[in-house]
C-alpha cells in the first residue's frame, strides 16, 4: 500500500482542499505538511488528533488511525478489516516510551481534579512551559509527578524528571537534564554543551518535570529553558517553583491547599480531602491509630489552622504516637516549632514549618522581609489599598509577594496569608516590638474608622455592599476592637457604634456583639471618667439595648437605656440621644406600653429632624404611623394605609433595603386588614425578597410569618404553616425569644383548625410561658384566648369565658387579639344562662392577670 504521505494527499484531495487549507484545519504550518506528506516527519499525537477530525475519521478508529500516523502500526490497518493482509504483522512493536519519575509511597490524596486540568493543559499545543507555583509544603512536586504519570503514552519519547533542588547556580541546569534524559556530551568537536543537548532534544517528544526552581531565579540564566523550547518544538516543560519564572510563554497553575470537610461526620465528607489525608498519614505514623468520632473536630480544626498543607497535615499526623488530635489542634494553635518531624527521607527543608519559611525568607529582599512583617498584623485578609496604609506595601511589591507564594489573591483586590506563613512571620515581628506597636496601632485607627465611615452607605441602597464588605473584614475589625480596648482609644470605639449595632443587628451576631460590647463596657467602667468616656459609655449602653432586645431581654434593654439616658443628658449630644429615644420607644412597645411607646417616637421624630438626621427621623416617623394604625381604633384602615405607601416611598428615596423591608411588612398586615389578599401577598414577598438579598435573618423571620397569617385568615392552614414553621426556624436560630412566643401562639391557629388539639395547646402553654419570661404582655393575651378556645372544644365553656373577661380587662392587648377575644365571649355567653354569665364574670373580677398565668403554667401540660 501507499505511504502515509501519500495517503493523506489522496484525502486532501478527495475533501478538494488546498495543501494552506488543510495545514489550517489541522492546525500544522504548510511546511511540516509537506514533511509528513514526504515521510520526513512523523505528526505529533495533538496533530494526528487534529487530522483525524478533519478528515472525519470515526471515534472508534481515531485511535488506529493516530498510530498509523505515527509509524506505530502499518497502513494495512487503514484497509477494510476484509482487505487487510492475513499473515502475521512482523513489523517490531513500537518501543514503549521511557519514564524516569520518583516512585511514590502513597497514593495521592484530594487532587483528582488538578491532576485532570494539568493534564488538559499538556495536551493543548500552545501550553509548552506549565509552572506549577505555590508555598513550599503545598505538594507542587507530588502533583507534577502524578500529572507526568498521567501523561506517558502523549510524551513518546520519555516522561523525565529533572531535581535542581541541590542545584545553586543556573550554570548547572544543562548537565543535570542532560543527566535526566540519558544523555552523555561528546567532548570532541567543536559543538558547545548547550548546542549538543538542543540538538539531541530537537526531535525529541518528551515531558521534563522541572522540580524546585525558585531558589534559581534571582540570577541571570535561567533564560535557557526558554531556549531549550524554542530548540526543540516537541518538548514540554512542567515546572514547580514557588514563584512563577516570568518568562514569555509561561502558563502559570497555583497550587492551593487540600480541600477542607465543614464536618467529618457526614458519609463520605473526608474523601479527597485534607482530613483523609490526616487519617491516612496517622495511620502510618501509628498503625494503632484508629479515628473515632470525637475526633474528626479536632482532625478537621488540625487542617484548618495548617490551610489544607499537605506537608503541614503530615508533619501534625507523625504525632499521633503521643498526643490526642485535639492535643495536637491546641499545640499548633501556640506555635510552628511543633510541626516538625525528624524523618531521614523527607528533605532537611521539609522536616518543619520553620524550616520550609526560612527558605522562603531567605529568598526576600529585606524591603520584602519587612513588608511580610508588617503584613502578619492583618487577620483574615485585607484590600491593597489597607495594606499601603497599614504596612506600606505598593501593589507593586503585593504583586511580588504573590509571585513568591507568600500572599496570595483571595478576591478583587483582596489578599491574605496562609495562617502559617502569618503566624511566622509574626513572630519574627515580635522581634521587632517598637515597629510592631506602631503597625498595630495604624492597623487599630484604619480599621475602625473604616468600620465608622461606612454607616451612611450601610443605611442607603449600597447596604448589600456594604455588608458583603464589612463581614469580609470582621476579624480585621475585631482585632482593631480590642486593640483600642487594650489601649483605651474610646473615642475610636464610640465613633463606630452606629455602625455596630445594626450591622450586628442584620447580621444575627446578636451575641457576639453583646460580647464585645461588655468588654469595652467594663474597660470603661475602670478607666479615669472624662467627657469622652462617658459619651462613649452611654452610646455603648444605647447598642447593646438593641441587641438585647432583639433577644427579647426587655426588661434588662429597658435598665440599659434608662442609665445610658441618665449618662448622656449632661452631654448635650443630640446624634446620640435620638438613637436612645428611639430604642426606649420600641421596648416601651414590645412590651405593650404604646402611649408612652408615641411619646418617645415623637420626641425621637422632633430631635432627628433638628440636627439633621433624616434616617432616624425616617425611622421614627414610621414607627408612629405603625403603632397608631394598631392601637388606635379611630383612625382609619385605609387613612394609616395611605400613610404606610407615602413613608414606603419615602424609604425607597433613602433606599436602606432593610426598612423598605419593614415598611412591606407593615403595609402587608394592613393590607390583610383590609381585605386585600394579593396586594398584601405581594408586599410581604417582595419584603421577603429584599431580606434574603442582604442577609437580614430577623426581616426574613417576620415576612414569613405574615406569609403565614395571609394564608391563615384564608383558611389554608396546611400553607399557613408551611410559613410558619420557616419563620420559627429563622427567629429561633437568632434566638429572637420574644418574637418565638408570637409566633408559636399564631401558628397554633392553624394547628387548632386543622383538629390537632393537644399540639396546639402545648404551643399555647410554651407561648404564654415564653412571653411572661420576655415581659412581651400583648402576646401573652394572645395565647390566653388560644386557650380558652380549647378549653370551650373540651366542653369547659365557663373557664374560657373568665379567660376572655381577663384578657378584656387588660390594657396591653392589642386591637386584633382584643377583636377575637370579643367575637369569642359572644359566642359563649350565647351558649350559657344569664346566671352562669354573672358568675363568671363575679370570678373573673377577684382573679388578677398574674393568678390566672400562673394557675395555667402550674397545670399538667394538654394531651
Known sequence: METFGEWLRQQRDLHKLTREQFAERVGCSVALLRKIEAGERRPSVQIAELMANSLNIPPAESSTFIKVARGEWSMDRLLPISKRITSPDISPAPTPPRIDLPVLP????????????LCQLLRDPPCRLLTLVGPGGIGKTRLAIETAAHMREVFVDGVFFVPLAPVNSTRFILPVIADAVGFAFQSSGSADPKTQLFGYLKEKQILLVADNLEHLLGEPGIELLAELLANAPLAKLLVTSREALSLQGEWVFEVEGLPIPESGYAEGSTQNTSVELFLQRARR?????????????????????VDGMPLGIELAAAWVRTLTCSEISREIEQGLDFLSVSARDLPARHRSMRAVFDHSWILLTEEEQGILLRLSVFQGG??????????????STLSTLVTKSLVRRSGAGRYDLHELIRQFAAEHFAEHPQEQTSTQACHGSYYLTFFRNEDERLRSSAQREVLAELTAEMDNIRTAWNWAITHQEFALIEGTLRTFAIFHDIRGWLREGLDALDRAANALETAQPDRTHQLTLGHLLAARSLLESRLGQYEQAQKILERSLEILRPLNEPRVMVEVISFLGIV?????????ALELYSDGLELATTVGDRWYAAVCHTLIIALVGVTHTMVKLEVTHERLQSALADWRTIGDPRFISLVLNNLGWNALA????????????????????????YALGFAYRGLGIIAQVQGEHLQALESFRKSLATLTELGARQDMARLLAEMSRSIFALGNDA?????????LRIAIETRGLFIALESLVGIASLQAKRGDTERALELLLIV???????????????????????QLTGRQVESVE????????????????KQTPFT
Open 588 to 596: 416601651m412597645e414590645m412590651t405593650g406600653n404604646y402611649s408612652r
Open 106 to 117: 502513597t497514593p495521592l490524596i484530594g487532587r483528582q481534579r488538578e491532576v485532570q486540568e
Open 674 to 697: 383590609l381585605g386585600r389578599y394579593d396586594e398584601a401577598c405581594a408586599a410581604l414577598e417582595e419584603s421577603a425578597a429584599l431580606s434574603r438579598s442582604v442577609g437580614d435573618q
Open 842 to 857: 363575679g370570678r373573673a373580677r377577684t382573679k388578677t392577670f398574674e393568678a390566672v398565668v400562673d394557675e395555667i403554667l
Open 808 to 830: 378584656l380587662d387588660h390594657p396591653a392587648g392589642n386591637q386584633d387579639t382584643r377583636d377575637r377575644a370579643v367575637d369569642l365571649r359572644d359566642k359563649f355567653i350565647a
Open 382 to 395: 485585607f484590600r491593597g489599598d489597607a495594606a499601603e496604609v497599614v504596612a506600606g506595601a505598593t501593589l
Open 285 to 305: 505514623a501509628y498503625v494503632g491509630f484508629n479515628a473515632t468520632l470525637d475526633d474528626y473536630p479536632a482532625i478537621v480544626r488540625i487542617c484548618q489552622l
Open 759 to 767: 399540639e396546639a395547646g402545648r404551643n399555647w402553654r410554651e407561648s
